[in-house]
C-alpha cells in the first residue's frame, strides 16, 4: 500500500487541524494505521492508531482528549482531527500501516507516508 498525507499547516494555539492518509494499490482496512511525529530535534514518537475491523483507536497520553482518528473505508482514508493545538504539537506527521499488533512501536510499521507540516504558534 502507498500512504499521502496531507492537511498541515501553521496555525495559531487552540485551533483545529485535520490530518487525512489516503492509501492507494491496497483497502487502507487491512492494516492498522498509525500517525507519528517528529518535532525538530527530537525522535519521531506515537501519536495514534486505529484497528481495523472495529476501528478500535489508541493515543499518546500527550494527545488524548484533543485528537480523534477515523476511518472512511469508501474513501479508503483515516482521518487525524487535532483540536485544542499547543505549540508543543508542532511536528512533522507521518502516516503509516503495520499489521502488527503492536501499535505504538515505529518499527512495526510496514509503511509510511511522506510526512506533513503542523506548525502551532502561540
Known amino acids: 500500500v502507498q500512504l499521502q498525507a496531507s492537511g498541515g499547516g501553521s496555525v495559531q494555539a487552540g485551533d483545529s487541524l485535520r490530518l487525512s492518509c489516503v492509501g492507494s494499490?491496497?483497502?487502507?482496512?487491512?492494516?492498522?494505521v498509525g500517525w507519528f511525529r517528529q518535532a525538530p530535534g527530537k525522535e519521531r514518537e506515537f501519536v495514534a492508531a486505529?484497528?481495523?475491523?472495529?476501528?478500535?483507536?489508541a493515543y499518546a497520553d500527550s494527545v488524548k482528549g484533543r485528537f480523534t482518528m477515523s476511518r472512511d473505508r469508501a474513501k479508503n482514508t483515516v482521518f487525524l482531527q487535532m483540536n485544542s493545538l499547543k505549540p508543543e504539537d508542532t511536528a512533522v506527521y507521518y502516516c503509516?500501516?503495520?499489521?502488527?499488533?503492536?501499535?505504538?512501536?515505529?518499527?512495526?510499521?510496514?509503511?509510511w507516508g511522506q510526512g506533513t507540516l503542523v506548525t502551532v504558534s502561540s
Open positions: 486505529i484497528r481495523g475491523g472495529g476501528g478500535s483507536t
Open positions: 494499490g491496497r483497502a487502507l482496512s487491512d492494516y492498522r
Open positions: 503509516a500501516a503495520t499489521f502488527s499488533v503492536d501499535l505504538r512501536r515505529e518499527n512495526s510499521y510496514l509503511y
